[in-house]
Each structure stands twice: as structure tokens, then as C-alpha cells.
């Protein structure tokens, strides 16, 4: 009953900047913990940013930190990914997951959240 749809992704060039929305709905009104997690071909999900409820604790894999941003609007039920400085190895299936909590507590792997949306293609040509 939680719905999440994720958009913003695109084909870029190396160095260009994309932002990521993912718009939740249904349980939209529960409070939750949300994620970003990538995929690309042959490779296994990686985990990417993840940022807890209230927006006060934030986590990156090293890999991002510096070039993206995690942020969320609870207002508006949606959690933003801001990419900057892009690279091809940043090619991938982007996919936004919920945890819902009681908690202010950020999870930092993929296995921990509950609800998975359908995922929007970055590609970054070199």
C-alpha cells in the first residue's frame, strides 16, 4: 500500500548534474526512512544514500559523498537525490526504497527497507 515512482533520470555527459524524485503515495502519511540504491548491468544493488525521517541523519557510500545529496520534502511526500559531477561509473538503475519507522534512525543497507520502487535509468557517456 506504499507506492514509490521514482523520475529525473536521463542520459547525460560526464561532469553534468541530474536531480531524482521519487514521489511516494498510499501509506504517503506514515513516516518513514528513505534510500537510494543503484543497479547496473552484471553487477550487484549498491547502496547508495539513505536519510532518516526527519531528514536529520544521513548516511553516503563513499563512492558519492562530496558529488550527491539526499534530501526530502514530507510535505510534498518526496525524496530528491541530487547528482552532481557524474561519472559513467555512476550508470545505473536508480531505485528509491521505504523503511517505515517510529524512529529518527538512518538504515544503510539495502535489506533493511521494506518497500522498493520500479527504478529510473542515469547513463553518463564519457
Known amino acids: 500500500q506504499l507506492q514509490l515512482a521514482e523520475s529525473g533520470g536521463g542520459l547525460v555527459q560526464t561532469g553534468d548534474s541530474l536531480r531524482l524524485s521519487c514521489a511516494a503515495s498510499?501509506?504517503?502519511?506514515?513516516?518513514?526512512?528513505m534510500a537510494w540504491a543503484r543497479q547496473a548491468p552484471g553487477k550487484e544493488r549498491e547502496f547508495v544514500a539513505a536519510?532518516?525521517?526527519?531528514?536529520?541523519?544521513?548516511y553516503y557510500v563513499d563512492s558519492v559523498k562530496g558529488r550527491f545529496t539526499i534530501s526530502r520534502d514530507n510535505a510534498k511526500n518526496t525524496v530528491y537525490l541530487q547528482m552532481n559531477s557524474l561519472k559513467p561509473e555512476d550508470t545505473a538503475v536508480y531505485y528509491c526504497?521505504?523503511?517505515?519507522?517510529?524512529?529518527?534512525?538512518?538504515?544503510?543497507?539495502?535489506?533493511?527497507?521494506?518497500?522498493w520502487g520500479q527504478g529510473t535509468q542515469v547513463t553518463v557517456s564519457s
Open positions: 526504497a521505504a523503511r517505515p519507522v517510529v524512529s529518527d534512525t538512518v538504515y544503510q543497507q539495502a535489506w533493511e527497507y521494506d518497500y
Open positions: 498510499g501509506r504517503a502519511r506514515s513516516t518513514n526512512a
Open positions: 536519510i532518516s525521517w526527519s531528514g536529520g541523519n544521513i
